[in-house]
């Protein structure tokens, strides 16, 4: 198998081992997103509180879902489950929580990747 980054930035993952860098495809996986102002939970906390619609969410027709370790973002893999509820499709996130390598508070690497 291999790594089909469907991100526009390269994803680098950083083990004892060594680093894996995996550099974007050219094919970008979007989701389409749409906000609205809910005016219940804005009154009742104060603030301006909007909930998330997904639109159109679909994998490229060019990669190959049972071929290819896709790695998408995270909005996009949250997006394709709530969307599809398919699960049969395996969708890799970069964790760039507390784990990940941050240099001048940007991003470097990721220490591994997460199934979604």
Same mark, same amino acid.
């Given at each position: ?12 993952? %950083? ?18 997103? *749409? ?14 509180? +909007? *909930?998330? +619609? ?30 599809? %509820?398919? *699960? ?13 390598? %941050?240099?001048?508070? %940007? ?10």
């Amino acid at each position: 198998m291999k790594f089909t980054n469907l991100t526009p930035n390269t994803v680098t993952i %950083r083990t004892e081992a060594g680093d894996t860098v995996i550099p974007p495809s050219g094919i970008v996986a979007r989701v389409e997103i *749409q906000t609205v102002l809910d005016e219940v939970q804005s009154a009742a906390l104060g603030v301006p509180v +909007h *909930q998330v +619609h997904y639109g159109d969410v679909r994998l490229p027709e060019e990669v190959d879902p049972y071929q290819d370790v896709l790695v998408v973002s995270k909005m996009f893999a949250e997006a394709y489950r709530w969307s599809t %509820r398919r *699960q049969d499709v395996s969708l890799f996130v970069p964790d760039n929580g507390p784990s990940a390598v %941050r240099e001048d508070g %940007r991003i470097v690497a990721v220490r591994q990747l997460l199934a979604r």
